[in-house]
DNA sequence: GACTATACTGACCGATCGTTCTAATAATGG
DNA sequence: CCATTATTAGAACGATCGGTCAGTATAGTC
């Protein structure tokens, strides 16, 4: 067989980003095999090659998909919120519920890669903050209105995810989704607390 | 040349776990390689292996070091404290100069590795966690002597382990060590403004 | 229906992985 | 001083790594 329609070719692809990102995901990049994820994905090793010119840039591929997903969904849920307290709410339960986000771990662990291109890496280290500015913005309104006492914005904001980084990065392997939630609510209720104006 | 006195292997021990150590830490686990410990501590291949049964052993060999030095630093700072808010004042200044710290980054990653004996790997995330018992110690302490605010101690101190292990964990290559201080004291006012009784 | 570009296969590549083995040497105990 | 044993070196192992390539089959084009 070989050979299908354009269509069915994105298909392919889309099975192939898929077993690959629930593998980095579970085992992180170096511990993913390109193996592995043909077995996984169904395909052979000259059709993720097709597609995907090295497992670097797949990996680039997936962390990009998932940046942007990520960003959507949190400009979504900010419609639902009214102040900025509502929002940093929202970014908690946002991290809370996103189990696609350990791609963080993974891009992360990514770095020590050997023989890894250094532009590359950059680039991902770079991504890998993209929540920052989001962040950034709603401290910086919180202050604005008033919600937030007077203080460094960035400090905040990088503190505030710091916190919900590393609470998703903490092996929670035996925390239910409700435990998981409350931890990061409290997390914002803590925070919120101590930046009270 | 072979054969040296007992003590003369000792220090090649130290120098193969020094090695290790800094490699595991700069690079992770899986991306360091045995060939660059070798070549890193001027030691062959046999003699790696005369001293430690394999790459596995040799992590948690430093893992339970480090631990062991974490913790004995980590209380002899809290005997300059007079009470719980300056012992998470030493906690967070701990973090921060922590420079060895980042083996836990290395041990989150190893989790994942393939063919990893499960028992290990379990052994590892049980110890990945160490701080958390000396936390939780001190909140329950600052909440007992009213110092804190009544609330649940573990999720306070799972909370403040995620703000200083996530803060750790960021990339900070182009921070100071100055602005890493500052950054992590700031994580303690936050934390304690949050929860003061 | 001939031709081409696309989509895919699976055998194969050299490099590197963690590990093992043998041999050599020197300190140690008798 | 001899036998033993602790400690080292370094070649070699099989397994696996990411990646390549020649070949094949079909969808689309003319």
Redesign the interface.
């Known amino acids: 067989m070989a050979r299908r329609t354009a269509e069915e070719a994105e298909q392919t692809r889309q099975a192939i980003a898929a077993a690959a990102k629930q593998l980095f995901i579970?085992?992180?990049y170096?511990?993913t095999?390109m193996e592995q994820i043909r077995e996984s994905s169904g395909m052979s090793k000259g059709s993720i090659y097709y597609h995907f010119k090295s497992k670097e840039q797949l990996f680039m591929y997936l962390l990009e998909l998932n940046m942007v997903d990520w960003i959507y969904k949190c400009t979504e849920r900010f419609k639902l919120a009214s102040n900025a307290t509502e929002k940093l709410y929202a970014i908690a339960h946002h991290f809370a519920h996103d189990f696609e986000n350990p791609l963080m771990?993974a891009s992360?662990?990514f770095?020590?890669?050997?023989g890894a291109d250094p532009e590359v890496i950059e680039k991902i280290?770079e991504m890998?903050?993209f929540p920052l500015p989001l962040i950034l913005d709603v401290i910086k309104e919180g202050i604005q209105q008033k919600e937030f006492a007077e203080d460094?914005p960035e400090?905040?904001a990088?503190?505030l995810?710091?916190?919900?980084?590393?609470?998703g990065?903490?092996?929670f392997d035996n925390y239910s989704l409700e435990e998981l939630e409350?931890?990061h609510r409290?997390?914002i209720?803590?925070?919120?607390?101590?930046?009270r104006a």
Do not use: C, H, P, W
């Open positions: 579970q085992q992180g170096q511990a095999s771990q992360m662990e770095s020590g890669t050997k280290v890998s903050k460094d400090g905040l990088l503190l995810y710091s916190v919900l980084g590393g609470l990065m903490i092996q409350f931890i409290k997390a209720d803590v925070f919120l607390n101590g930046i």
